[in-house]
């Protein structure tokens, strides 16, 4: 009986007929979503931001920029700058999205081509993974706090691992205990799961501007935040800016490249394009509140808590320790599964479509990314959490450019969904890897690489080559944009451009809708640009 569970045919999905793909390059959760899914409407995408927004992440991001010497005056203002550049790079991205209703590594294959998109795919399962045990540890801090809220004696218990582990026996039990509440969320799927983001869009606000009105009640802004001033100058303060700014950018880069994911459930095109208009607004008042906590931590404490489970941890009203403690569980486990979980479960399923749905991956991105990487590492200091904020950004500033660029440039919209689960077909380019993406990857990815590994050892010295680093998705998004659309334009891929749009409602409506279809599509130009004839496509439900 164990040899036969451990059989692949055991683990395989239910078969299903599909339009899009032949059995084996697709499944329920990789198709196009139907006409009765879409269902997330305005509100839906506001509480969604809402409750990102309130991420313990982006509370750390605003105050490790007061730890490494920027004043609020020159912090709140390189947020706001960040947010609302990404935020138009996420309307143009999401609304290709809503467009086709298929999620981003499907999407992926008409810019970089069948095979190569799977390098974008894999670099984003693994940068969800990484932040999947960063909020998972994260959540295990607000598990300590709460529970020494409710047992104080927990803060005396005996450590048995080394002091270089960057953890303690107590805050590994507390990982685990995280852990395991946070899982049964995983299991729900993304229709259901926005009705946690309303939750939470709702409670941790209210906690957040509670401690705000705390601290300007304990410290007066007047001597506390607006008396702090920049411990920097001169051109080292101007890279700290640029570098901060892109950690910003970093913060939501990964989004920037898979809002498909979530904007494909969309009613319309329209019930998404309110992103621009909240993104920048409620990212900069939940950074403002971390920015304004910390500066009051700083007049208190003595010290830069740009951590806030840290300075709840010197609280002495253990009632309020552990409510604030409760939003930020609350708050952690909705960022890790809006921005992490389901982002990796979507991936995913382009691996191993046969085995692996939505639901299958997430399960798999909390085991890996649980307890195979140490998030404790990353967040040991202030520097080394920009650090690895900037890291990842030299790969998503040119995934979104080239995803971009082709879309809305190069091919102007027309583009064919059908295709795209076919192996073989307009979107293979060269044997499935499209060159100008390839291209656009090494031209902007190389030159930031001596930066990224001077971050990660200070020891090497690369000298100028870290200011590069230091705006690595700024330069990544638009020199990758620039050099896709000249090699585009030079050297035109003629068999990927198509009269129209053939989008999943021309193609699979026997799946769709229910019933027999036949729709009459023009398939659009050859590899020689000359005009093909109108092909007759039937489909039967099964």
């Not at 621009?276 to 003595?302: D, E, R």
């Amino acid at each position: 009986m164990a040899l036969d569970f451990l059989r692949p045919s055991k683990w395989a999905l239910e078969a299903e007929e599909t339009t899009f793909a032949k059995r084996g390059w697709s499944n329920k959760d990789m198709d196009p979503v139907p006409l009765r899914l879409r269902t997330w409407t305005t509100w839906n995408y506001v509480t969604y931001w809402v409750s990102d927004a309130t991420n313990l992440a982006i509370w750390e991001l605003a105050s490790s920029m007061l730890a490494i010497g920027l004043s609020w005056r020159q912090a709140l203002p390189c947020i706001a700058a960040g947010y609302a550049i990404i935020s138009v790079v996420i309307v143009m991205t999401g609304t290709i999205g809503a467009r086709l209703h298929i999620a981003f590594p499907v999407l992926s294959r008409s810019s970089f081509g069948f095979w190569f998109s799977y390098f974008t795919v894999l670099s984003r399962i693994v940068l969800s993974m990484f932040w999947f045990g960063i909020q998972t540890y994260s959540g295990s801090q607000a598990i300590y706090q709460m529970l020494k809220a409710i047992w104080p004696s927990i803060a005396n218990l005996p450590n048995h691992l080394p002091s270089n582990a960057n953890i303690t026996s107590s805050g590994l039990l507390c990982y685990v205990l995280y852990w395991i509440i946070q899982f049964p969320f995983l299991l729900l799927s993304p229709q259901k799961i926005r009705w946690l983001f309303l939750v939470k869009g709702i409670v941790v606000p209210i906690c957040w501007l509670a401690m705000v009105i705390w601290a300007f009640t304990r410290v007066p802004p007047s001597t506390g935040l607006f008396a702090q001033h920049a411990t920097i100058s001169g051109s080292q303060l101007s890279w700290s800016w640029l570098s901060a700014l892109n950690s910003a950018l970093g913060a939501y880069a990964s989004l920037s490249v898979n809002i498909p994911d979530f904007t494909r459930y969309a009613k319309n095109e329209e019930a998404q394009f309110i992103q621009p208009l909240v993104i920048p607004v409620v990212f900069t008042l939940c950074s403002f509140a971390g920015i304004a906590v910390t500066s009051a931590g700083i007049q208190l404490y003595g010290e830069v808590l740009w951590d806030p489970l840290q300075l709840i941890d010197r609280w002495d009203n253990r009632a309020a320790a552990f409510f604030a403690s409760f939003t930020f569980v609350i708050t952690t486990i909705g960022t890790n599964i809006s921005a992490n979980s389901l982002s990796a479960g979507n991936d995913m399923t382009a691996l191993l479509p046969q085995y692996i749905n939505i639901q299958r991956g997430q399960i798999i991105c909390a085991f890996i990314g649980g307890w195979a990487l140490c998030p404790w590492e990353i967040l040991a200091s202030a520097q080394s959490f920009l650090s690895f904020m900037n890291g990842y950004t030299i790969f998503l500033g040119p995934f979104a450019g080239v995803m971009i660029t082709d879309f809305w440039l190069v091919h102007k919209g027309r583009v064919d969904v059908p295709a795209m689960y076919d192996p073989s077909g307009r979107y293979r380019y060269i044997n499935g890897f499209n060159w100008r993406a390839v291209l656009a990857i090494l031209v902007t990815v190389g030159p930031t690489i001596p930066g990224l590994i001077h971050s990660i050892n200070p020891a090497v010295k690369v000298g100028n080559a870290m200011h590069l680093f230091d705006i690595a998705w700024m330069y990544g998004f638009f020199v990758s944009s620039i050099v896709y659309y000249l090699a585009s334009v030079l050297f035109p891929a003629q068999e990927t451009f198509v009269d129209r749009l053939i989008s999943a409602d021309d193609a699979p409506m026997g799946i769709l809708h229910g019933g027999n279809a036949s729709p009459v599509g023009t398939i659009g130009s050859g590899k020689d640009g000359e005009k093909t004839q109108p092909v007759e496509v039937t489909i039967e439900a099964k």
